[in-house]
């Protein structure tokens, strides 16, 4: 097998990383550890790919019934600061008044398969959001969420995400977003600096040429850092402040969401506009908001419960076998993922899985004789600039490992040379080191970029 050949005389010049610590996890959890694994043979396992199935064949169903409210919350405060926070009590009683209410929770999969035609969804249904990416998102509303089998969808704006120039005190960290999407949590892009799209003024527009780059810049290049960095797929988009125009709206579909969020409440139906679906944006004092929402319409939905608290350990790619190989540029639109494992030591057959970024998860094979994974695509890369992310229970403990290729077979869309490049992006060949524990000495595979903006924790106050 030439490959494997190929492998075999690239490994030889490797640095193996088999004696490196992993980094100071906790107990950390594979999503699909639990999953009966499929057995392809003796010595295969099959890893089954845990977000992001292929699509479905796309048969339009003749069920366009159907009803949603979205929601749209930020904060989670005993005390709330502001009217954009809401106390833990009084957002688990609205939990449980969904329930009371008969309304089925939805994940924002189902919503868009529905609106596809390739999926019924519950008469009453709801959709949960919560914006920004604040902690008490992970630590407060996760858990009561979790409680209640509720799905979510957590609406980013990547410069807010610890490490980013926006970051304050509040922030999730890139492994806390890793950790939730894991655990089945729905990403998307809330863009990158929250800023209004209208209005074209702005301190991080003088980086930019010209509005429609800046744009360009806060719609697509959220799209793909999300991508690159967590290795999803990303499809919608929560316009900041739920302000946008004509134009702000047109770029968003160019740059390939399916569908865009206002915080303009109101019934969601099978033919409302994809680019400005309203959601209600629950504060604290306007307890009206939610009662008026429910009264919109008139369920629990299903997300799968899981261990909380796994940070994963991460592993720099540097002396690993890896195809294609990190920095080449591939030619063609579904290349084979390959890593050789053998420099990380025994991992646990049908724990290994590989996202790609774009794309998401991918099936896997893993070979433990050889120690070869084999990832496949199933559909044909989105991004030039594409990021695997394979991670792989070692004796018990996850780790990450994540390299970058070139894909020139993609076509340059209009505005894509203007999406800067993930800032910030681990240097995979120069880090042979492990980070993912706050608490690990080790040189940060996902470095702290910028130090945050002083009074970087206005961040709090202001977005929505
Ligand atoms: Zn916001």
């Keep these: ?57 796309k048969i339009r169903h003749p069920d366009t019934k159907g009803s949603v409210i979205a929601l749209c919350y930020h904060r989670f405060e005993e005390k709330p600061k ?35 035609g390739e999926k019924s969804i519950p008469e009453k249904s709801c959709l949960i959001s919560i914006d920004d990416g604040y902690r008490s998102g ?23 995400v610890k490490g980013g120039a926006l970051a304050g005190g509040g922030s999730l960290s890139w ?33 930019f040429a010209t509005y ?19 290795g999803i797929s990303v499809g919608v988009l929560a316009y900041p402040y739920g302000i946008h125009s004509e134009q702000v709206r047109a770029m968003a579909l160019a740059a390939g969401y399916e569908a865009a969020f206002t915080t303009y409440g109101q019934r969601l139906t099978y033919h409302s506009p994809a680019d400005q679906l309203g959601r209600y944006a629950i504060e604290h004092n306007k307890p009206k908001i939610f009662t008026d929402a429910l009264a919109m319409i008139g ?27 990190e920095g080449e ?29 774009g794309v998401g998860a991918v099936p896997v094979k893993f070979d433990p004789a050889t120690k070869l994974a084999v990832g496949t695509l199933l559909q044909p890369l989105k991004d030039r600039q594409v990021t695997v992310i394979l991670s792989a229970l070692l004796r018990g403990k996850k780790v990450e490992v994540r390299w970058n290729f070139t894909c020139d077979a993609v076509a340059l869309p209009g505005g894509q040379a203007g999406v800067p490049a993930v800032p910030g992006a681990p240097a995979v060949h120069t880090a042979p080191a492990v980070a993912g524990g706050s608490h690990s000495a080790g040189a940060p595979v996902v470095p702290a ?16």
């Design 212 to 230: 429609e780059e800046w744009l360009q810049s806060e719609i697509a290049g959220s799209k793909h850092q999300l991508e690159s960095r967590l």
């Design 138 to 160: 992970y630590d407060v509303a996760w858990p009561i969420l979790k409680k209640y089998g509720y799905p979510f969808t957590m609406f980013i704006y990547t410069a807010f």
């Design 1 to 57: 097998m030439k490959f494997r050949t190929i492998l075999q005389l690239l490994f030889v010049g490797s640095v193996g990383l088999a004696g490196l610590p992993l980094g100071g996890c906790k107990k950390p959890m594979l999503p699909n550890a639990a999953k009966p694994v499929a057995e392809a043979g003796p010595a295969v396992a099959v890893a089954e790919p845990v977000a992001e199935p292929p699509p479905p064949p």
């Design 82 to 116: 502001d009217s954009m926070a809401i106390t833990p009590a009084a957002f688990e009683a609205q939990m449980q008044s969904l329930k009371e209410s008969g309304f089925t929770v939805i994940p924002m999969q189902d919503f868009l398969a529905w609106r596809r």
């Design 175 to 207: 492994a806390e977003l890793a950790e939730m999407r894991d655990a089945g949590v729905d990403i998307q892009s809330h863009t990158v600096n929250h800023q209004s799209l209208r209005v074209k003024k702005g301190k991080f527009q003088n980086q």
């Design 449 to 464: 970029a910028a130090a945050p903006l002083p009074g970087g924790g206005n961040a709090a106050a202001a977005p929505r």
């Design 329 to 357: 540029v591939v030619h063609e639109l579904e290349p084979p993922i390959k890593a050789n494992l053998a420099a990380l030591g025994d991992v646990e057959p049908g724990t290994v899985e590989i996202r790609v970024s």
């Design 299 to 325: 369920g629990g939905g299903g997300m799968a419960e899981s261990t909380a608290a796994s940070v994963p350990g991460q592993i720099a790619a540097a002396g690993m076998v890896t195809v294609p190989m």
